[in-house]
């Protein structure tokens, strides 16, 4: 998991933000190849978010969260902020006002367009 200001091109993924700025690979076992890489987020200049975790679950479904939005008024680490990123149907909160924590959820091998 990382991000860009570049663009980062998906490699066998179904579920895909074009123009996202965070993303996701899963290796080969010797490290030579990507299984498949995926964006998500909004198709800003930067980053929406700061990570601040990143987990892979026994069934290889991933977590990743990270705030979203300046830090009391301190922009050093500027970030688009959270607004129009996906937010699943029973979110807990799911409206933004631009600066929030944001907890992203993907099936296996980015094989759904929707996220779980």
Known sequence: MGQTTGNWVPIN??????????????????????????????????????PIAFLVDRCENVYVSGWGGDVAGNNAFPNAGTFG??????????????????????????????PL
């Open 13 to 50: 993924a179904i579920y895909v933000d074009a123009g996202a700025k965070q993303f996701i690979g899963k290796l080969q076992p010797d490290l030579s190849s990507y299984i498949y890489t995926t964006t998500f987020g909004t198709a800003s200049t930067i980053p929406n978010i700061s």
């Open 85 to 114: 990123m996906r937010v699943s149907t029973d979110a807990y909160k799911p409206t933004t006002d631009g600066k929030d924590f944001y907890f992203f959820v993907m099936k296996r091998d980015a094989a759904d367009p929707n």
